[in-house]
């Protein structure tokens, strides 16, 4: 039975348009399905392989802008995004990873955090590559309903579903978590600690510039400050997969559930909406401190706690 | 030809020597003790000759192939494995895991790594705790993980580091028979140990580190008996 909850879920999912939900709801469930890619691809890298990082806006910007370009530069269709991306996020994960991979822990976080917003500065001042801080517009959407977007991100979250399992049920898997756990050993047991690490890299940050590309065909509209934001992108990125569970299948599902239905919540209440990232802040404090495998990962504890709550002593 | 050859290998931090100059060879087959007091530059020297540290001066050559500066992954699949004197398990990894992990490196495929790692584990005598989450697991048996993972890498040289320290006597034993079975399979063994009942019953030559220089090289017996070593070592053990 737990062999096919995958295939349930993923069926299920396809079935919602059929429902005639209405455009909001509709908007709602692709965000989630969107995070859930992002929160895939950061757990692949800093749940299975130990590097934290807190610069995947850069990823996603890259993803972004490559649809973008292509579509205001070529004047080809924004969804060519998919093959070109592959290319241009792997060359800009290499370089990154040829400067920050030799740092460990805390250093690589920071040196990461740093490339995110370099990024950002650069697509902000390149405004003859990228039209700066105007952005990029799509003039004509692919399709009004959004029936269409909405299976697409479902396909890319499925394959990446799929390929995280594949990955961290084969030899890539086992070297990831025996660098995270301890490099030095993984390194004298033959693992290339540069080597792995840097696989994961470019794996995570390809799938991440998926979701960017998809971001750009989607709304139609990017700019620097979206799309290589810190808070927005690099840190909801770990607070999906800190909330749903590290180095767990289903974590990042969860977790961006939860979190897109919470930003929605949130944001809607008046005064306080504006504050939306201090509550995140306090929410990411309260996780780690009574969640810190978070909600899929601590599920044993959950129930725990409920049962004792709910039975009279 | 020796199957390791540390020629004239110095290894310097800022201005301190922790290994000056020593040289020494490994044959085939045997099991080389490495012995001397606290700070005499042992680990140093094992760090020197895994790939953790590019030594300051001299070179070490395994099967006459030059490794000092090669990364410790490539010196691991040229056939050198190590253990850990502070051990270092993957925590948050069953045993059977920790083990499969490094037998990937000569492993085709996952069933292969997976029978590697349990015939390993056979042989090491923890397939009984294959499932258990290493971080739970006691310090003796914590250090017979160590051996297993370094045997899962299929090495010709074994460096041992401290694989004794903290046994009660029956682990000891047991450990010592390890040992024993792990040399019967034609692995050449070189051990940093502080046991002198270990190293003397186990060492087929004997080399003493003080003050990161070799003071003595030798048969358990001639080293039992040089008056530098049991001055430098043997003698502050026994006054202790």
Request: charged residues 20%; glycine residues 10%.
């Amino acid at each position: 039975m737990k062999k096919y909850v995958t295939y349930i879920v993923l069926g299920l999912l396809a079935l919602l348009p059929l429902l005639g939900l209405n455009s909001y709801v509709m908007h709602i469930l692709i965000l989630v399905i969107m995070w859930s890619v992002i929160g895939m691809s950061w757990n692949l890298l800093s749940g299975y392989c130990g590097q934290v990082s807190f610069g995947h806006a850069a990823f996603f910007g890259t993803g972004a802008y490559t649809a973008g370009m292509l579509y205001n530069k070529l004047g080809i269709s924004g969804w060519w995004g998919f093959p070109a991306s592959v290319f241009v996020v792997a060359v800009c994960a290499l370089g990154i990873g040829y400067i920050c991979l030799r740092l460990r822990g805390p250093y690589f976080a920071l040196a990461t955090l740093s490339m995110g917003v370099i990024f950002r500065i650069v697509a902000e001042n390149l405004v003859n590559v990228t039209g700066g801080d105007l952005g990029i517009m799509i003039r004509e959407r692919t399709w009004i309903d959004k029936t269409w977007y909405f299976y697409i991100i479902l396909a890319v979250a499925a394959s990446s579903f799929f390929l995280v399992r594949k990955v961290i049920g084969s030899k890539l898997g086992y070297y990831f978590v025996a660098i995270r756990e301890d490099q030095d050993a993984a390194e004298s047991l033959g693992i290339d600690t540069t080597l792995y690490k840097t696989i994961a890299l470019i794996l995570s940050a390809v799938i991440t510039g998926f979701a960017g590309v998809f971001y750009t065909n989607y709304m139609g509209y990017i700019d620097p400050k979206v799309v290589f934001a810190l808070h927005d992108i690099s840190i909801i990125a770990i607070m999906v997969v800190m909330v749903g569970g590290v180095a767990t299948f289903w974590g990042p599902v969860v977790g961006a559930i939860i979190m897109v239905l919470l930003a929605e919540m949130i944001r809607s209440i008046p005064k306080l909406g504006t504050a939306h990232h201090t509550l995140f802040g306090i929410l990411l404090i309260v996780i780690i401190i009574y969640l810190p495998n978070g909600i899929v990962g601590d599920f044993p504890k959950i129930k725990r706690l409920l049962r004792i709550g709910g039975v009279p002593r | 030809m020796s199957l390791l050859e540390v020629k004239r290998v110095s290894k310097h931090f800022g201005g301190l020597a922790a290994v000056s100059s020593v040289s020494f060879g490994i044959e085939r087959g045997e099991i080389m003790g490495l012995i001397g007091p606290n700070g005499a530059g042992k680990t140093t020297l094992f760090n020197v000759v895994n790939g953790f540290y590019a030594p300051t001066k001299g070179e070490v050559l395994f099967k006459d192939q030059r490794v000092s500066g090669l990364k410790p992954h490539r010196i691991c699949r040229l056939g050198v494995a190590r253990t850990f004197q502070v051990v270092k398990p993957l925590q948050r990894m069953s045993v059977l895991d920790n083990v499969i992990a490094s037998a990937f490196l000569r492993a085709r495929n996952k069933g292969e790594a997976e029978d590697t790692a349990r015939e390993v584990m056979q042989f090491t005598g923890l397939s009984d705790d294959s499932r258990v989450i290493s971080k739970g697991l006691p310090l003796g048996k914590r250090k017979r993980l160590e051996i297993a993972r370094a045997l899962a890498t299929r090495p010709d040289l074994l460096l041992l580091d401290e694989s004794f320290a903290g046994l009660n006597p029956a682990e000891l034993d047991e450990s010592i028979g390890i040992i024993r079975k792990i040399k019967e399979k034609g692995i050449t063994i070189m051990i940093i140990e502080h046991h002198m009942r270990v190293i003397m019953s186990l060492s087929d030559r004997i080399v003493v580190l003080n003050y990161g220089e070799k003071i003595a090289e030798g048969t358990p017996r001639e080293i039992g008996s040089n008056p530098l070593v049991i001055e430098a070592y043997l003698g502050e053990a026994q006054r202790a």
